[in-house]
């Protein structure tokens, strides 16, 4: 950051008073910008044996697999996002669950947040951010060309949490690929 977003005037990164972060601080009009992790929510879609996938459309990871997930949009729940980003990506229409894995990503600044929900109907297609859409069962999942590594994590605790009878809370912290 620059500028600030109040009256324009050149920002410094400074500890402000009260404080224990740098934080983006506008000297004319005293201004403090908190730049604060980006919540990411989304649903693994079940329908029978098999769960709904959406081939991107976008970067980053472009033509890779995920679930339907974006970023949350001020004014609404996690709910409401996670209903929202599965209707724009798969046009599907789903009933939430309860939420099942929460992932931080502190080096990027996320925080993912993702529900169990039920498709209520095969209506479903691409939407605008998606190539594709599609039903996998486990023995189909494209493991190795999935977009993200919460997808991954999370694919792989619903598989054996499904294997076991019985539905866990999943939380854990994603961390960077080492350049070794």
């Known amino acids: 950051m620059k500028f600030c977003s109040s009256c324009g005037a050149p920002v410094t990164l400074k500890v402000p008073a009260g404080d224990t972060l740098p934080r983006h601080v506008c000297e004319a009009c005293n201004t403090i910008h908190y730049q604060n992790p980006k919540m990411v929510v ?3 879609v079940e329908w029978e044996d098999s769960v709904l ?3 991107r459309a976008i970067e980053p990871r472009y033509g890779l697999w995920t679930v339907p997930a974006g970023f949350m949009e001020n004014g609404e729940t996690t709910v409401q996002g996670a209903v929202r980003e599965t209707l724009e990506e798969a046009h599907a229409q789903i009933e939430i669950g309860p939420l099942y894995a929460l992932y931080n990503i502190p080096h990027i600044n996320q925080v993912y947040i993702l529900f169990r929900a039920r498709l209520l109907s095969l209506d479903f297609k691409a939407g605008a951010e998606t190539l594709e859409t599609r039903l996998f069962p486990e023995s189909e999942i494209p493991w190795e060309q999935l977009a993200f ?13 499904r294997r076991q009878g019985q ?5 854990g912290t994603i961390e960077p690929v080492s350049s070794r």
């Open 42 to 44: 989304g649903c693994i």
């Open 53 to 55: 996938l959406c081939r």
């Open 149 to 161: 590594a919460t997808v991954r994590n999370t694919l792989t605790h619903y598989y054996s949490d």
């Open 167 to 171: 539905f866990n809370f999943h939380m």
